[in-house]
């Protein structure tokens, strides 16, 4: 194939597995002027590994607005790049946002190479709803900015899917199960396509239980992929729901009632809070 000058080229790699990538994204690898990479270390084995030998330049978080003048005048004067990320594709909660807004923004073709994304992935292999979803990438670090994101998702009708690092799998676990319910089915994929990889099922409260029994299962790169809230018509409080919110009214005001029940029962808060209402006449 011919490789376009003065093209940027965003090409999708392996999330893992070395043989998941495409000729056509081999072939414009070997081809371009440069290519820009997240990290040299990881993006060198790839390349290395089928033999192609470009000229590299860092794209990364840090330095990427820096650098955008120089590689757009570079495109400008007809040089052709490729962008790449570490594993997948580019942009998807990586670096390279800035730097194809600006080519496009300047009249310079910007060429899709598709390919691998671990998003798209786990979502083809979870069983859950997949003709509708939201992607949330990483959740906030801190506990307290996680827990406030997740009230704010807990009665989004859409599958979820959201990434998560090692050190912080089992408290995000931890957090979804008490703000979205421990029965909200779930399901986490670990390592996708490596030699280890893990996808496993369950509702909430299990998975988090599961990955603190075993801690081979907090090591690596995790996407989460949790059902979306049921349709309001469609949810129903049980007798027993019925009977603990009963319980929590006769020492909390209906508020804090209502998001208790909701963490201890797995069902909507919302439905909690509205038949706290009903029984405490303020409807």
């Not at 840090?62 to 570079?74: G, V």
């Not at 506990?143 to 995000?172: K, N």
């Not at 599961?210 to 090591?219: L, S």
């Not at 208790?260 to 509205?274: D, N, Q, V």
Request: with cysteine; glycine share 10%; hydrophobic share 45%.
């Amino acid at each position: 194939m011919s490789i376009e000058q003065g093209a940027l080229y965003v090409v999708a790699t392996p999330i893992g597995n070395l043989e998941d990538i495409s000729r056509r994204a081999l072939e414009v690898l070997a081809g371009v002027d440069r290519i820009a990479v997240e990290d040299t270390r990881r993006s060198r084995r790839l390349l290395g590994h089928y033999g192609i030998a470009r000229p590299l330049v860092c794209v990364h978080e840090h330095n990427e607005r820096r650098i955008l003048d120089r590689l757009l005048a570079a495109l400008g004067a007809g040089e052709s790049l490729a962008l790449i990320s570490d594993a997948g594709t580019p942009l998807i909660s990586d670096p390279g946002y800035h730097l194809v807004r600006r080519a496009r923004e300047a009249g310079i073709r910007v060429i899709p190479v598709p390919g691998a994304s671990a998003l798209v992935s786990a979502l083809s292999v979870s069983g859950l709803p997949t003709d509708r979803f939201v992607f949330e990438g990483f959740l906030p670090a801190r506990a307290a900015a996680r827990r406030a994101r997740l009230e704010q998702l807990a009665d989004e009708g859409r599958t979820l899917v959201f990434y998560e690092a090692a050190h912080r799998i089992a408290d995000s676990l931890a957090d979804l199960a008490a703000v979205f319910g421990p029965g909200r089915e779930a399901v986490l994929a670990r390592e996708l396509t490596k030699a280890f990889e893990t996808v496993r099922g369950a509702p909430l409260e299990a998975l988090h239980g599961w990955v603190c029994a075993d801690a081979d299962q907090r090591k690596g790169e995790f996407v989460l992929v949790v059902a979306g809230a049921p349709a309001p018509d469609a949810a129903r409080l049980s007798a027993r729901d019925e009977q603990v919110l009963g319980m929590l009214l006769e020492v909390l005001p209906a508020g804090q009632a209502a998001t208790l029940a909701g963490r201890i029962t797995g069902a909507r808060r919302k439905l909690f809070y509205r038949k706290a209402l009903e029984l405490k006449g303020g409807v």
